[in-house]
């Protein structure tokens, strides 16, 4: 105890490295279900076996607990119909030597009954012998002293000899715990009948039988089936384990292969081994990668072909688009002077000009993006003010269409790593589309930021969109209402390009809308380039989704533009 006193004392370290390996054997053993259930739900050879071993096992059991049960029962019948053979034949013997003597004074009495009683430990193999006169009699002068082993003392029944007084011809017999030598005690079985002496007394004999060595044989069986059910468990969980694999291997490789395969690896292929069913599957596999390398290859290669022709299109364009738009701003800073149809036809030669030039920039943006050719330029910027920007670079249409927007900024005045003419051209572009259809009512900017990511919202109270028309809000050159009048003369590519901005800096553009409830963007994007976020600063559905805000009233009379900063 003072060597451990003083070791404890000496080596801290030593006791909390027990300590931490006796913490992580803990953690171990309460994580195994976990683990368990994982490899149950994603290993079919775990799964396979353990249920080929559940079910041997249960067969295994009933097997082995019906033939222990019908073994011990065979064993225990057999030695109670040979023990009463052996004790009707003993006590057979003995009343032949009684019948054949004629004795009748106490010491030949004595004889016969002693030479009785070496006969039936004789013929029944047995020293467990007691004798007691049958109660009832008429007291006798000569009648032997009543005799017992010591090892039956007090296991002898009352009710088995009453048995065997009430039915003097016949043998009865019992079940009884018998004293060891160690201090235990073994099964055995005594055996009660009555023989009559020469003289007309009647004795009750009971022989003791040990049943230890069949025990001992009964446990030496159940030994055996414990070991032949384990034995047997173990060499059906080597087999099923053989064959799951010989199975199980190839399905992994082609789960492998398919993942590879999906992930981009047009190259890799099942090995072909044998001619049975798996290498057909092999065989099939590879064909079908086959079949669809070639065809991302010509989709690959009609994509580029795609992309190449707008890009370059685009590009072939602009020569002569510039050389009409300097021409109509020529007509168009003197359409003063010409005749009103004159006029008229030089304001839609500039206004679709212009629109077209638009139109050129957002394919060249699309072709970029196809070609997978587009770098940021990252500066640290402030949303919040480059939402205000937004803001007042709309104001004029804003006050023409008479819709009011309102700027609520809790948060987002950090700056964060973006491109800052990418994300003003998604904020312009949100705040376009909600004046468009925003029905001339308020309009309501949101910014807020959390530890990982930054939101900025566009809620507008318009006519909203149907699920349909929300599910194909991103898709190129698309719209809702074709035949609506446009006050700003988009291309239909402007949402398309906002969400290629928005995932390219690893966020996410959002919609909520409702019909005659008015529709929110929320633009969602993580701190830093390259930063992850599980929940955006700004909740969708809106908190007013069932209502008009309650801070937003229309009036004839609004300012275009209002700003609140908490």
Known sequence: MVFSRESNASSPSGSGASAGISGARLANWRTWPARAARSWRRSLQFRTVTVTLGLSLAAVLISSVYMALSIGNDLFTSR?????????????????????SSDQDRAGIQELMSAARTEIARASSSTLIAGYRSPGQ????????????????????????????????????????????????????????EITLPEGSRYEIYIGYNLSDTEETLLFVQRTLVIGGLTLLILLASVAWVVVRLVANPIRVAAETSQRLASGDLEVRIPEKGEDELATLAQSFNGMADSMQKQIKELADLSQVQQRFVSDVSHELRTPLTTIRLAGDVLYDQRDSYPPAMARTTELLHTQTQRFEILLADLLEISRYDAGSVQLEIEPTSLVHLAEDSIEGVAALAEQKGSEIRLVAPGGYSPVEVDPRRIRRVVRNLLGN??????????????????????????????????????????????????????IGGTGLGLAIALEDAQLHGGTLDLWTRVGGGTCFRLTLPRTLGGEFSVSPIDLPPADADGAHPAIERTDAVPPVRKEHS
């Open 434 to 487: 909600a004046i468009e259809h925003g029905e001339g009512r308020p309009i309501v900017v949101t910014v807020d930021s959390n530890e990982r990511a930054v939101a900025l919202t566009v809620r507008d109270y318009g006519l909203g969109m149907t699920e349909a028309d929300s599910e194909r809000v991103f898709d190129r050159f698309w719209r809702a209402d074709p035949s609506r009048k446009r006050t």
């Open 138 to 193: 008429q007291p006798s002068a000569v009648a032997p002293q009543d005799f017992e082993s010591p090892l039956l003392n007090g296991v002898i029944s009352d009710g088995l000899r009453a048995s065997v007084q009430k039915n003097p011809d016949e043998q009865w017999w019992q079940s009884v715990a018998l004293p060891a030598s160690n201090g235990g005690t073994n099964p055995g079985i005594i055996v009660g009948t």
């Open 80 to 100: 109670v119909e040979q023990v009463q053979q052996d004790s009707f034949r003993a006590t057979s013997s003995a009343q032949n030597i009684l019948d054949s």
